[in-house]
């Protein structure tokens, strides 16, 4: 009630693109972001070193860890 935790809006807008991450096989690094399905225009927005990092690109974005696509 008092200190309710406010549902916060998207930062990033991913109509019609998709959320992707891009990973490393040799180095393990692994980078969030949104591919444009028509071009293959893949534009950055965070490296993701942990969990934590994962979960605010997943809030950042509105969606869920499933729905997200890996590229190696």
């Known amino acids: 009630m008092l200190f309710r935790k406010k549902k916060s809006e998207p ?3 991913i ?3 998709v959320p992707t991450i891009r990973a490393s096989i ?3 690094e692994q980078v969030a972001g949104l591919k444009d ?3 293959g225009k893949f534009s950055e927005i965070m490296l993701i070193r ?3 990092d994962l ?3 997943c809030e950042g974005c ?3 860890e499933k729905e997200i696509k890996r590229e190696w």
């Open 15 to 17: 109509t019609g693109k």
């Open 62 to 64: 509105g969606i869920t």
């Open 26 to 28: 040799c180095t393990g």
């Open 37 to 39: 399905p028509v071009t």
């Open 11 to 13: 930062k990033y807008d």
């Open 55 to 57: 979960l605010e690109f």
């Open 50 to 52: 942990d969990s934590r």
